[in-house]
């Protein structure tokens, strides 16, 4: 990048005070030589893309300078520590609006979207759910990506199995992890997909392609959700699949879903977003296919889990005015075409996507085609206390994969225990 990248990599400490950039800024109004901090937790490849946008605002807003505060490690105890201190920078991108909403943190847009006439229903539906709580609008969404099943090529060629197709089944699924896995040790050992035990948030979706869900609809009670036939149904699936597969719960492994493992040909499937894709390209060696997950049954219609984020105001915010010109910018029809331009990620707005034709292409165009049908939203968003209550829903899976506890019951359990906290005043 031609311009230098403002990194603010770690934050000063100072008699309790949380310093940034920019902090101490008298308000100016937008267009009026201003000063907009912007904090995300991208680095990398991925913060080029941002200062990519950041600089396209800059050149069409030359009054309004943008200066990108990069927090890549404990980027939300940083917000929340910020804001505590009441010194934050001016914007940021979110993922957990209940949270921040209930904490504080974020501005309510709703004023700024209804006086500039901006239509939210241009975006995808279920990424609104981020930017939507109590009745405000937080936030505009940033880009999305779904879960698929993206499979190495090689490795089922060398096995004899055929590519995965649309509306493969769970069993499908399983047969294929089988034929895939070689039963060898060591170096020369084939997996057909990596197992993680107690991935909460990957499981969603094949729940709700099931007809089942975690939580009631306004996120206060558990039991008979995630104790319910459905759920107990793919829970049992994926301890099959936990059982045949490689099996891991490094922290590693963890956070890269399996990554690793299937680039370098250890395992031959994996479930993941699309945040690899522009590693995987750039990896000559591999040959790579991407799947939509598969459904529980043949003739039914698969309901993926969505990850997206917003851009958002911080309540405490010096320039709010001038914040919300950028966020305007790059939540909107231009900041969508330029990252899909990129090949970056898929933008929020589906009808920006047809026209810039990524609709039709391979790879990301892969994941919109799978994202288009998702029509639920992530649980977390229907409670802030999500996220405490998930620690048992977590803990109950690992007890199910690794020690072999009985499903039903383990799950009925957990229920009780998530009730009291989603539950809670």
Same mark, same amino acid.
């Given at each position: 990048?031609?311009?230098?990248?403002?990194?603010?990599?770690?934050?000063?400490?100072?008699?309790?005070?949380?310093?940034? =950039?920019?902090?101490?800024?008298?308000?100016?109004?937008?267009?009026?030589?201003?000063?907009?901090?912007?904090?995300?937790?991208?680095?990398?490849?991925?913060?080029?893309?941002?200062?990519?946008?950041?600089?396209?605002?800059?050149?069409?807003?030359?009054?309004?300078?943008?200066?990108?505060?990069?927090?890549?490690?404990?980027?939300?105890?940083?917000?929340?520590?910020?804001?505590?201190?009441?010194?934050?920078?001016?914007?940021?991108?979110?993922?957990?609006?209940?949270?921040?909403?209930?904490?504080?943190?974020?501005?309510?847009?709703?004023?700024?979207?209804?006086?500039?006439?901006?239509?939210?229903?241009?975006?995808?539906?279920?990424?609104?759910?981020? =930017?939507?709580?109590?009745?405000?609008?937080?936030?505009?969404?940033?880009?999305?990506?779904?879960?698929?099943?993206?499979?190495?090529?090689?490795?089922?060629?060398?096995?004899?199995?055929?590519?995965?197709?649309?509306?493969?089944?769970?069993?499908?699924?399983?047969?294929?992890?089988?034929?895939?896995?070689?039963?060898?040790?060591?170096?020369?050992?084939?997996?057909?997909?990596?197992?993680?035990?107690?991935?909460?948030?990957?499981?969603?979706?094949?729940?709700?392609?099931?007809?089942?869900?975690?939580?009631?609809?306004?996120?206060?009670?558990?039991?008979?959700?995630?104790?319910?036939?459905?759920?107990?149904?793919?829970?049992?699936?994926?301890?099959?699949?936990?059982?045949?597969?490689?099996?891991?719960?490094?922290?590693?492994?963890?956070?890269?879903?399996?990554?690793?493992?299937?680039?370098?040909?250890?395992?031959?499937?994996?479930?993941?977003?699309?945040?690899?894709?522009?590693?995987?390209?750039?990896?000559?060696?591999?040959?790579?296919?991407?799947?939509?997950?598969?459904?529980?049954?043949?003739?039914?219609?698969?309901?993926?889990?969505?990850?997206?984020?917003?851009?958002?105001?911080?309540?405490?915010?010096?320039?709010?005015? =001038?914040?919300?010109?950028?966020?305007?910018?790059?939540?909107?029809?231009?900041?969508?075409?330029?990252?899909?331009?990129?090949?970056?990620?898929?933008?929020?707005?589906?009808?920006?996507?047809?026209?810039?034709?990524?609709?039709?292409?391979?790879?990301?165009?892969?994941?919109?085609?799978?994202?288009?049908?998702?029509?639920?939203?992530?649980?977390?968003?229907?409670?802030?206390?999500?996220?405490?209550?998930?620690?048992?829903?977590?803990?109950?899976?690992?007890?199910?994969?690794?020690?072999? =506890?009985?499903?039903?019951?383990?799950?009925?359990?957990?229920?009780?225990?998530?009730?009291?906290?989603?539950?809670?005043?």
């Amino acid at each position: 990048m031609k311009k230098m990248l403002l990194l603010v990599m770690a934050i000063t400490m100072i008699s309790g005070t949380v310093l940034f =950039a920019g902090g101490q800024q008298e308000s100016k109004a937008a267009g009026d030589g201003s000063e907009v901090t912007f904090m995300t937790w991208n680095s990398g490849f991925h913060l080029e893309i941002d200062q990519m946008l950041a600089d396209k605002f800059m050149e069409k807003n030359p009054s309004i300078k943008v200066e990108l505060i990069s927090v890549p490690q404990g980027f939300d105890d940083k917000v929340l520590t910020s804001n505590a201190a009441g010194n934050t920078p001016d914007g940021l991108v979110i993922w957990n609006t209940p949270q921040f909403v209930e904490a504080g943190v974020v501005e309510d847009l709703t004023s700024y979207i209804e006086r500039d006439g901006i239509d939210m229903n241009k975006y995808h539906p279920v990424t609104k759910s981020w =930017a939507e709580y109590k009745g405000g609008i937080y936030g505009l969404p940033k880009d999305y990506t779904a879960r698929a099943i993206y499979y190495n090529k090689d490795v089922f060629d060398e096995a004899g199995v055929a590519y995965p197709v649309d509306g493969w089944t769970f069993e499908d699924f399983k047969n294929t992890v089988k034929a895939l896995t070689n039963g060898k040790s060591g170096a020369d050992a084939r997996y057909g997909y990596v197992a993680i035990p107690g991935h909460t948030y990957a499981i969603q979706g094949y729940i709700w392609s099931n007809g089942g869900d975690l939580v009631s609809a306004d996120g206060k009670t558990a039991s008979g959700y995630i104790d319910s036939k459905e759920v107990v149904e793919v829970v049992q699936w994926y301890k099959d699949l936990y059982d045949m597969s490689m099996t891991t719960s490094t922290m590693d492994a963890y956070q890269n879903l399996g990554q690793n493992e299937f680039q370098t040909g250890i395992v031959g499937m994996m479930d993941n977003g699309s945040w690899p894709i522009s590693v995987f390209l750039d990896d000559t060696s591999l040959n790579f296919g991407i799947a939509a997950p598969p459904v529980p049954r043949a003739g039914m219609k698969t309901s993926p889990v969505i990850h997206s984020a917003t851009y958002s105001m911080f309540a405490k915010a010096k320039n709010k005015d =001038a914040v919300w010109e950028y966020i305007k910018f790059v939540g909107g029809e231009e900041g969508a075409r330029l990252i899909e331009e990129a090949k970056y990620s898929v933008g929020a707005i589906p009808s920006v996507t047809t026209s810039t034709g990524l609709d039709k292409e391979p790879y990301l165009g892969d994941f919109y085609r799978v994202a288009i049908t998702a029509d639920t939203a992530p649980v977390f968003t229907r409670n802030p206390k999500w996220f405490e209550a998930d620690g048992e829903f977590k803990t109950a899976l690992e007890k199910v994969f690794i020690t072999d =506890a009985e499903i039903q019951s383990t799950l009925t359990e957990a229920a009780r225990r998530m009730d009291s906290i989603l539950q809670e005043k």
